[in-house]
């Protein structure tokens, strides 16, 4: 049970610290209608159907097996939805030139994916 909160709160603040970096880089982002890499731009309803069905999923599996990433996952998942909802698409605002602009919430999926692989070679 601890671990369960202690992840769900990792949820949570993760959550708003890509809300809030989403709020102070919004002058110098853009709004991706697509998916990754700009791909099926347009079909944001698509979009926020196939996340709501994905989170729902992960909350399940998460409070099965309280997993840090899925807590990360949740987090990136949360956040592109909650933009997708009230901005029909993305925020992104981290440009590095050589890459598809992204956001916190993306490196959060990322890292969300990479603690999930970590955990299932231990096990």
Do not use: H
């Not at 592109?80 to 981290?94: E, K, Q």
């Not at 050589?98 to 990322?110: K, Q």
């Amino acid at each position: 049970m601890k671990k369960l909160l202690r992840n769900s709160l990792i949820i949570i603040l993760l959550f708003l610290i890509d809300l809030v970096s989403k709020i102070i880089f919004k002058d110098n982002s853009i709004i991706n209608t697509g998916g990754v890499w700009g791909i099926l731009q347009g079909y944001n309803f698509l979009f926020i159907l196939i996340a709501l069905i994905v989170l729902f999923i992960f909350i399940y599996i998460f409070v099965k097996n309280q997993s840090l990433g899925f807590a990360f996952f949740i987090s990136g998942l949360a956040g592109n939805l909650f933009d997708r909802i009230f901005y029909s698409g993305v925020i992104d605002f981290i440009d590095l030139g050589f890459w598809p602009s992204f956001n916190l919430a993306d490196v959060f999926i990322v890292i969300g994916v990479i603690i999930c692989l970590i955990e299932m070679r231990k096990k």
